[in-house]
């Protein structure tokens, strides 16, 4: 096993996880299978307990684990199934440490943080490379390691002294360190300005790690003289400094190391020169082509709790991405705040409301995503609401999915004290319920969590056709509510339908509308399995539905029930597309259904 440890310098944001993620599609494009670590050098077990608006997302592995966002990334770059062992906490480590103590493991000695956290580190680490997570029997070649945090937090340091023994037991050859760090420019004068990364090389060194390469984010490529300062003054090779410099979408960071020959400075510190081909990019190539390319908008309204950090949609916006790029449209995402379209807001704030609301009215499809807490539910409601009455495309997940479920209750059956009992335990009419399996006294990992599967109970219906008829789906999961099943039939006797349960055939998962174009909620996440190139199913007939291919898509389905193989694809796109960026002439059968989640 090889190893390559990325970390960051100078300041957090530098998009290390992409930079990791990048380097990762670079060494498999040469022909290498690679696995990855996430180190949060925090206390949290896991992600599951910490606030999205605060952190990111929450990302769902197949396993359950609630963990780092950047899994996420690397799960979509490099097409890979990740384990909740694979991102470690400080409080993972300790844990780990402590119970080992009380069991009296450690044989009356002294627990201390070198050497029995650094080595319960090491071991992890040794541990969890070895798990494949590429569907192939065997570990992986290549392990990347991400260190969150910055080079010189006090978090980190117990992370960086395992990592500095770590780079000696396993050798040179064996272990290529990469340091992400910033080259700013200062306006005045211009200038690209090398000393925040000299000082923070200068940690790292003092810390007992040396970089093989310097990967330095900076607006416009490093000036010659300049990476020869950095050269200088940092000891590492001309060759090994490359500019990760401002692009327009991420999906070109792949593309912009290998122009700079990354994979060969890397190559060369794993001892693996001239033993691998030069890296095969061409269908990352095209995708990233197709993206830059496109014009014709597709307006999504993306109704949440929407504080200001993208990050907490994050697998959401990417899949909305994926499925656009697959319908040919440029994806234009219209957040808008649901407490914004709530009848308080238009006594209050008269303008944010009417704003609000414009933004929907204009949207070519509504998407409500997950959440918790009643805050807003409200306006996610009216969201629901006036898409079911205006035909408008719309996407409910997990917590939208309920809304859907609510608001159909409340306004189509006239229960108008339906509710989730998460939002009014008291309701005469709960249509949500506690799921019994939840703890309400516990938060950490005592949700419905991770790949459960759904069967179509229903066969003619639009998600069904869209996961490529298959019998049944795996998708991730996280929550504590579900419709309740004794509603189920006094709701389906009024026009919506469950076309998707899960093997007890008491738990909804797949909600829709038949007389509507497109109004489909999952109880799951499908948005954790979408990847560049194989977007989710659900998420296509959303952006399909929205600029008006549903039926084109629909009817290569429905025309061809053939299994899916790669030639029916290119990097999975249809064969053909018109000018006017209309996808017609489908290829057989789902193409989005390889490998994500769907079994014939
Ligand atoms: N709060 C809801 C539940 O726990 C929805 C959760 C979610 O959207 N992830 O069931």
């Known amino acids: 096993m090889k190893y390559v440890l990325v970390t960051g310098g100078v300041v957090s944001g530098l998009g290390k996880g992409v930079t990791a993620s990048s380097i990762g599609v670079v060494l498999k494009a040469c022909g290498l299978r690679v696995t990855s670590i996430k180190i949060d050098p925090y206390?949290?077990?896991?992600?599951?307990?910490?606030?999205?608006?605060?952190?990111?997302?929450?990302?769902?592995?197949?396993?359950?684990?609630?963990?780092?966002?950047?899994?996420?990334?690397?799960?979509?770059?490099?097409?890979?199934?990740?384990?909740?062992?694979?991102?470690?906490?400080?409080?993972?480590?300790?844990?780990?440490?402590?119970?080992?103590?009380?069991?009296?493991?450690?044989?009356?000695?002294?627990?201390?943080?070198?050497?029995?956290?650094?080595?319960?580190?090491?071991?992890?680490?040794?541990?969890?490379?070895?798990?494949?997570?590429?569907?192939?029997?065997?570990?992986?070649?290549v392990c990347v390691i991400e260190l969150g945090g910055t080079i010189g937090d006090i978090e980190s340091m117990p992370f960086i002294e395992a990592l500095g023994q770590f780079s000696y037991r396993v050798g040179p050859g064996n272990f290529c360190l990469i340091h992400v760090s910033l080259v700013p420019v200062l306006n005045v004068v211009g200038e690209q300005k090398t000393k925040p990364t000299q000082h923070s090389v200068r940690g790292l060194r003092g810390l007992g790690l040396t970089p093989n390469i310097l990967a330095c984010r900076s607006a416009l490529p490093l000036d010659d003289n300049v990476k020869a300062k950095l050269s200088q003054f940092c000891h590492v090779p001309l060759a090994n400094i490359v500019t990760l410099y401002d692009v327009p979408n991420i999906w070109h960071i792949p593309l912009l190391l290998r122009d700079q020959k990354a994979h060969n400075a890397i190559l060369r510190a794993l001892n693996l020169q001239g033993k691998l081909r030069e890296p095969m990019l061409e269908d990352w190539t095209k995708m990233v082509k197709i993206c830059d390319s496109l014009h014709d908008p597709v307006r999504i309204a993306m109704v949440g709790k929407y504080t200001g950090l993208?990050?907490?949609?994050?697998?959401?916006?990417?899949?909305?991405?994926?499925?656009?790029?697959?319908?040919?449209?440029?994806?234009?995402?219209?957040?808008?705040?649901?407490?914004?379209?709530?009848?308080?807001?238009?006594?209050?704030?008269?303008?944010?409301?009417?704003?609000?609301?414009?933004?929907?009215?204009?949207?070519?499809?509504?998407?409500?995503?997950?959440?918790?807490?009643?805050?807003?539910?409200?306006?996610?409601?009216?969201?629901?609401?006036?898409?079911?009455?205006?035909?408008?495309?719309?996407?409910?997940?997990?917590?939208?999915?309920?809304?859907?479920?609510?608001?159909?209750?409340?306004?189509?059956?006239?229960?108008?004290?339906?509710?989730?009992?998460?939002?009014?335990?008291?309701?005469?009419?709960?249509?949500?319920?506690?799921?019994?399996?939840?703890?309400?006294?516990?938060?950490?990992?005592?949700?419905?969590?991770?790949?459960?599967?759904?069967?179509?109970?229903?066969?003619?219906?639009?998600?069904?056709?869209?996961?490529?008829?298959?019998?049944?789906?795996?998708?991730?999961?996280?929550?504590?509510?579900?419709?309740?099943?004794d509603l189920v039939a006094k709701l389906e006797r009024c026009g919506i339908a469950f076309v998707g349960k899960d093997e007890s055939g008491r738990r909804m998962e797949i909600v829709e509308l038949p007389s509507h174009p497109y109004y489909v909620g999952v109880q799951f996440h499908p948005e954790f399995k979408s990847r560049p190139g194989k977007p989710s199913a659900v998420f296509v007939g959303l952006i399909a539905a929205s600029c008006g291919q549903l039926d084109v898509h629909l009817k290569s389905k429905g025309d061809n029930n053939l299994p899916q193989t790669k030639q029916n694809t290119r990097n999975g796109f249809p064969a053909k597309v018109c000018q006017n960026g209309h996808a017609k002439n489908l290829p057989n059968g789902a193409y989005y259904a390889n490998g994500n989640g769907v079994h014939a």
């Open 310 to 485: 993208s990050d907490s949609y994050l697998s959401v916006l990417k899949a909305l991405l994926h499925a656009s790029v697959l319908c040919r449209r440029k994806l234009v995402v219209d957040w808008v705040t649901s407490t914004d379209l709530e009848d308080t807001t238009a006594q209050e704030a008269p303008d944010v409301h009417e704003a609000a609301w414009n933004l929907l009215k204009d949207a070519d499809g509504v998407l409500v995503p997950g959440g918790f807490g009643d805050r807003g539910v409200q306006g996610k409601i009216l969201a629901a609401k006036y898409a079911r009455e205006n035909n408008k495309p719309y996407l409910g997940i997990c917590l939208g999915m309920q809304i859907a479920v609510i608001e159909f209750a409340q306004n189509v059956l006239n229960l108008q004290d339906a509710n989730s009992t998460e939002f009014d335990p008291n309701t005469k009419n709960p249509c949500v319920i506690f799921m019994p399996e939840g703890s309400k006294t516990h938060m950490g990992g005592t949700m419905r969590l991770g790949s459960r599967r759904t069967y179509f109970s229903v066969k003619d219906c639009k998600s069904a056709k869209l996961y490529g008829n298959v019998a049944y789906v795996d998708e991730r999961h996280r929550h504590r509510y579900e419709v309740n099943p």
């Open 43 to 141: 206390l949290n077990t896991d992600a599951g307990t910490m606030s999205p608006f605060e952190h990111g997302e929450v990302f769902v592995l197949d396993d359950g684990g609630e963990v780092d966002l950047d899994l996420g990334n690397y799960e979509r770059f490099l097409d890979i199934k990740l384990t909740r062992d694979n991102n470690i906490t400080t409080g993972k480590i300790y844990q780990f440490v402590i119970d080992k103590e009380r069991r009296g493991d450690y044989l009356g000695k002294t627990v201390q943080v070198v050497p029995h956290i650094t080595d319960a580190i090491q071991e992890w680490i040794e541990r969890v490379a070895l798990i494949p997570v590429d569907g192939r029997e065997g570990p992986a070649d």
